[in-house]
């Protein structure tokens, strides 16, 4: 295998890995904010929004 394919494929997973971090990270801030919407639907509070 050629150094530049190498190098290449290693720019294509490093890039494949931060997308994957950065789509798990915003999965778990939509969910966080599910719960908080769902905590503060159940206790009836207005005063957080």
Known sequence: MPTV???M?????KKERLKKKLVSESLLKMWMKMIVV???????????Y
């Not at 494929?9 to 997973?13: A, N, Q, R, S, Y």
């Not at 905590?39 to 957080?48: A, D, I, P, R, S």
């Open 38 to 48: 769902s905590e503060v639907l159940k206790k009836g509070h207005t005063e957080y």
């Open 9 to 13: 494929w290693k720019l294509m997973t």
């Open 5 to 7: 394919v190498m190098m």
